[in-house]
């Protein structure tokens, strides 16, 4: 079974840059679409990115575009969310999920999905 296993999270400075990885045990990530998420408190989970299985197609939400970059390292068995000039609104528990294909910036027909993890964007 796929296990997905969140890092990377903490407490930046508007403006400022985190970068989190996703990595899988159990399972090569090979093969699987890998979308990021994240949940802010209150509300509902939302997409954010989604890169390919081949890495070679990336999506991002239009809150996200041209500030977060989503890479893979297949080799390495993980998967990476760039996060720069970080906003306030971007606090939240970011999730990875493991999926068939990407349908936009979302994975399609997710197995698996990683515990989280926190990031507060605060001065």
């Known amino acids: 079974q796929l296990h997905l296993v969140e890092s990377g999270g903490g407490l930046v400075q508007p403006g400022g840059s985190l970068r989190l990885s996703c990595a899988a045990s159990?399972?090569?990530?090979?093969?699987?679409?890998i979308g990021w998420f994240r949940q802010a408190p209150g509300k509902e989970r939302e997409g954010v990115s989604c890169i390919s299985s081949s890495g070679l197609s990336t999506n991002y939400a239009d809150s996200v575009k041209g500030r977060f970059t989503i890479s893979r390292d297949n080799a390495k068995n993980t998967v990476y969310l760039q996060m720069n000039s970080l906003k306030s609104e971007d606090t939240a528990v970011y999730f990875c999920?493991?999926?068939?294909?990407?349908?936009?910036?979302?994975?399609?027909?997710?197995?698996?999905w990683g515990q989280g993890t926190q990031v507060t964007v605060s001065s």
């Open positions: 999920a493991a999926g068939g294909y990407c349908s936009g910036y979302v994975p399609w027909n997710i197995g698996s």
């Open positions: 159990g399972y090569t990530l090979n093969g699987y679409a």
